[in-house]
């Protein structure tokens, strides 16, 4: 009886696992179907955890995060006009030059110029780019706050490479009649919400919102997070992407140079997040010594990978909450410090890229510095900028002591409307289904 027993619940056990194994391979044969679905779900998981700093360069074959394309439907967006409408819209549409340029070389590092409205700025910053060795090898992106048609038009005129434009479709530019942009009931200056019954909160120093100051710190937040999390050129994109901006002068040598500095960096500088092509302080030219330097991250031709992205964006929070309008202090005041090590860049000790801003956005250069005023612009460029000058053998120069804002910073200000922090976080929740950045 009992060896009967055995006999019977082992082909009871054999035919359960025969089902098993069935059921097993119907739930394989859905997911093989659903491949993009599978891989996107694993990313969804993998994103969330926290990851060691890793440079990708290094990683071989990764499995890259996708990400939701259409806007998170919890969002509690501004309703948008017509022109904002059409401009997301616009977004969608795939890169121009295609028949020029069908294919971007493999190791190819993306580049985003983000610009506002200073046409004659855009027209030396593209100019620049035109020169620069291996250009029409990548795809370049432009990001306007915005919608200027003359802006439009000088990008519509390049034809050096693939190019995207994407306009940022909650610009307080393409507002008019309210929040993002003037609303009629806002409060201004220093006024007082309860006596004068406008809608506003002041910042720390007592002042409303300006809605073309706000616009640069979102227009800068909306831009990372559609670049990094939503555009199908660059979403799976693993690499390092170079940011630029309208008034930055790039030298001819500038691409070839950051391609070896990504090269260089985990051997070089593993502890190095980023890499730049010019140094944090935009009035120097470099050191000119025969090593790479080691420095806290510039804000003039900066580059990082996704991975870094990824901690950047963990910090939501901290990045929407900071009451300074500006993007890069806010960075420097509170993101960067919150990692809990020191966020230093690589870069050579020439510069490849200069800052001639002077006018209209950014004041206060020296008369002797370079600067685009009736449109002029009188930027130096010898030799050696024309040619890679980096080095493989050269070691690294870390610059530990440097000048920046101490623990205990508060922001400048011009960014304690409750209603732009809000906005802000909703750009970081656009392309997904939970909450981040501990919001």
Same mark, same amino acid.
């Given at each position: 009886?009992?060896?009967?027993?055995? &006999?019977?619940?082992?082909?009871?056990?054999?035919?359960?696992?025969?089902?098993?194994?069935?059921?097993?391979?119907?739930?394989?044969?859905?997911?093989?179907?659903?491949?993009?679905?599978?891989?996107?779900?694993?990313?969804?998981?993998?994103?969330?955890?926290?990851?060691?700093?890793?440079?990708?360069?290094?990683?071989?074959?990764?499995?890259?995060?996708?990400?939701?394309?259409?806007?998170?439907?919890?969002?509690?967006?501004?309703?948008?006009?017509?022109?904002?409408?059409?401009?997301?819209?616009?977004?969608?549409?795939?890169?121009?030059?295609?028949?020029?340029?069908?294919?971007?070389?493999?190791?190819?590092?993306?580049?985003?110029?983000?610009?506002?409205?200073?046409?004659?700025?855009?027209?030396?910053?593209?100019?620049?780019?035109?020169?620069?060795?291996?250009?029409?090898?990548?795809?370049?992106?432009?990001?306007?706050?915005?919608?200027?048609?003359?802006?439009?038009?000088?990008?519509?005129?390049?034809?050096?490479?693939?190019?995207?434009?994407?306009?940022?479709?909650?610009?307080?530019?393409?507002?008019?009649?309210?929040?993002?942009?003037?609303?009629?009931?806002?409060?201004?200056?220093?006024?007082?919400?309860?006596?004068?019954?406008?809608?506003?909160?002041?910042?720390?120093?007592?002042?409303?919102?300006?809605?073309?100051?706000?616009?640069? &710190?979102?227009?800068?937040?909306?831009?990372?997070?559609?670049?990094?999390?939503?555009?199908?050129?660059?979403?799976?994109?693993?690499?390092?992407?170079?940011?630029?901006?309208?008034?930055?002068?790039?030298?001819?040598?500038? $691409?070839?140079?950051?391609?070896?500095?990504?090269?260089? &960096?985990?051997?070089?500088?593993?502890?190095? $997040?980023?890499?730049?092509?010019?140094?944090?302080?935009?009035?120097?030219?470099?050191?000119?010594?025969?090593?790479?330097?080691?420095?806290?991250?510039?804000?003039?031709?900066?580059?990082?990978?996704?991975?870094?992205?990824?901690?950047?964006?963990? &910090?939501?929070?901290?990045?929407?909450?900071?009451?300074?309008?500006?993007?890069?202090?806010?960075?420097?005041?509170?993101?960067?410090?919150?990692?809990?090590?020191?966020?230093?860049?690589?870069?050579?000790?020439?510069?490849?890229?200069?800052?001639?801003?002077?006018?209209?956005?950014?004041?206060?250069?020296?008369?002797?510095?370079?600067?685009?005023?009736?449109?002029?612009?009188?930027?130096?460029?010898?030799?050696?900028?024309?040619?890679?000058?980096?080095?493989?053998?050269?070691?690294?120069?870390?610059?530990?002591?440097?000048?920046? $804002?101490?623990?205990?910073?508060?922001?400048?200000?011009?960014?304690?409307?409750?209603?732009?922090?809000?906005?802000?976080?909703?750009?970081?929740?656009? $392309?997904?289904?939970?909450?981040?950045?501990?919001?």
């Amino acid at each position: 009886m009992a060896a009967s027993y055995r &006999k019977a619940r082992l082909k009871d056990l054999a035919f359960f696992r025969l089902i098993l194994i069935g059921v097993l391979g119907i739930v394989l044969l859905v997911l093989l179907l659903r491949t993009s679905s599978f891989i996107d779900l694993i990313s969804r998981y993998s994103i969330e955890a926290d990851e060691p700093y890793i440079d990708s360069t290094d990683a071989g074959s990764v499995l890259t995060p996708s990400y939701n394309l259409l806007l998170n439907n919890s969002l509690k967006l501004p309703t948008q006009n017509k022109l904002s409408i059409s401009l997301e819209n616009r977004n969608r549409m795939p890169p121009r030059n295609l028949d020029l340029f069908p294919t971007l070389a493999k190791d190819h590092v993306v580049i985003v110029l983000y610009v506002h409205n200073r046409p004659q700025y855009l027209r030396a910053a593209v100019d620049s780019l035109s020169r620069v060795t291996g250009i029409s090898e990548t795809l370049l992106i432009v990001s306007h706050d915005g919608y200027f048609e003359e802006m439009n038009k000088i990008v519509d005129g390049i034809k050096f490479c693939q190019v995207k434009q994407i306009f940022a479709p909650y610009s307080p530019h393409i507002f008019a009649d309210g929040f993002p942009g003037i609303s009629p009931t806002d409060c201004k200056d220093k006024e007082n919400p309860t006596k004068k019954k406008c809608v506003g909160t002041p910042d720390q120093y007592g002042n409303h919102r300006s809605p073309k100051i706000v616009s640069l &710190k979102h227009h800068w937040w909306w831009m990372m997070n559609t670049v990094w999390d939503s555009l199908n050129e660059t979403r799976r994109h693993s690499g390092h992407i170079l940011f630029i901006e309208e008034d930055h002068y790039i030298y001819p040598n500038a $691409y070839r140079n950051l391609q070896l500095l990504i090269k260089l &960096k985990p051997k070089r500088c593993p502890h190095c $997040y980023a890499a730049n092509l010019a140094p944090w302080d935009v009035k120097s030219r470099g050191e000119g010594w025969d090593s790479l330097i080691a420095e806290r991250m510039g804000n003039v031709g900066y580059s990082f990978n996704r991975t870094v992205w990824r901690k950047i964006h963990k &910090k939501a929070k901290e990045f929407c909450w900071f009451d300074d309008y500006n993007w890069d202090i806010t960075m420097w005041a509170t993101v960067y410090p919150s990692f809990g090590s020191p966020v230093y860049s690589l870069r050579a000790p020439r510069t490849s890229a200069v800052h001639f801003g002077k006018c209209g956005l950014h004041q206060g250069q020296g008369q002797k510095a370079a600067c685009l005023d009736n449109g002029s612009l009188n930027i130096a460029v010898d030799d050696i900028d024309k040619i890679p000058n980096i080095k493989s053998d050269w070691g690294v120069h870390i610059l530990k002591h440097q000048a920046g $804002y101490q623990p205990g910073f508060r922001g400048w200000g011009g960014w304690g409307d409750t209603r732009d922090r809000q906005l802000c976080l909703q750009f970081a929740r656009m $392309y997904f289904s939970s909450n981040v950045g501990g919001a």
